[in-house]
C-alpha cells in the first residue's frame, strides 16, 4: 500500500503549513505523523483513528497542530499553526489497521516523507 505525503516547504516562525498524506489502496483505521529532525530520533506528532475522539497530539505540539481527515478520499492532513524552528524536520504519515501500531512508531505503513523548514 502507498502512502503520499505532501505539503512541505519553508515557511518562517510564526507560519502555518498544511500537511496531506493520501493512501493510495485503501483507508486505514489510524493514520498518523511522525517527524524526525536532523541527527535526532523519529518522533510521534499525531495520530487519528476511525473511531470518534481517538486523537492523539504529541505534548510538544499541543495547541498548534491539529489532525484531521477525510475518510472517502483516504486522506489525513496535518495543519501545523504557529510554526517553530524546532519543527523543523522531515514529516513522515504513517497507517496501520492496528492503533496501537502506528502510536509506538511500528505502523506497517510510511509515506515517503515530505520536509518541513521553519526559519527564524
Known amino acids: 500500500v502507498q502512502l503520499q505525503a505532501s505539503g512541505g516547504g519553508l515557511v518562517q516562525a510564526g507560519g502555518s503549513l498544511r500537511l496531506s498524506c493520501t493512501a493510495s489502496?485503501?483507508?486505514?483505521?489510524?493514520m498518523g505523523w511522525f517527524r524526525q529532525a536532523p541527527g535526532k530520533e523519529r518522533e510521534f506528532v499525531a495520530a487519528l483513528s476511525l473511531s470518534a475522539g481517538s486523537t492523539d497530539i504529541a505534548d510538544s505540539v499541543k495547541g498548534r497542530f491539529t489532525i484531521a481527515r477525510d475518510n472517502a478520499k483516504k486522506t489525513v492532513y496535518l495543519q501545523m499553526n504557529s510554526l517553530k524552528p524546532s519543527d523543523t524536520a522531515v514529516y513522515y504519515c504513517a497507517a496501520d489497521e492496528i492503533s496501537s501500531n502506528v502510536r509506538n512508531g511500528r505502523a506497517r505503513n510510511w509515506g515517503q516523507g515530505t520536509q518541513v523548514t521553519v526559519s527564524s
Open positions: 489502496a485503501r483507508s486505514f483505521w489510524t
